[in-house]
Nanobody, 123 residues
Framework: EVQLQASGGGLVQAGGSLRLSCAASGFTFADYAFTWFRQAPGKEREGVASISASDGMTVYSTSVKGRFTISRDNAKNTVDLRMTGLKPEDTAVYYC????????????????WGQGTQVTVSS
């Protein structure tokens, strides 16, 4: 069974921090790139951070660069998103998605999606 479970969301004040985690199972974790997406009410889904399948290279959207850090642990089959300096505009449901191959970014068709975890940033 393929499973992608996102967790770690919650309510935080502006300027605070959260760490999201994506736990994967049922497929060869090391062969997949991972991307964190988010979707806020009334807005389209957007990619925020991506990490490659092999060498761990990362890319970020301009809105989160310098504040968010994506990482992966191939031994634990997990992908984390460390978020600092949170702003109210970061409020969204955050989704973890997996794609076969090296490619970075969010313009691809993803093979697997997690259920999402809610992040709410108060002002």
């Amino acid at each position: 069974e393929v499973q992608l479970q996102a967790s770690g969301g919650g309510l935080v004040q502006a300027g605070g921090s959260l760490r999201l985690s994506c736990a994967a199972s049922g497929f060869t974790f090391a062969d997949y790139a991972f991307t964190w997406f988010r979707q806020a009410p009334g807005k389209e889904r957007e990619g925020v951070a991506s990490i490659s399948a092999s060498d761990g290279m990362t890319v970020y959207s301009t809105s989160v660069k310098g504040r968010f850090t994506i990482s992966r642990d191939n031994a634990k089959n997990t992908v984390d998103l460390r978020m600092t300096g949170l702003k109210p505009e970061d409020t969204a449901v955050y989704y973890c998605a997996a794609m076969r191959g090296y490619g970075l970014g969010w313009g691809f068709t993803f093979d697997y999606w997690g259920q999402g975890t809610q992040v709410t940033v108060s002002s």
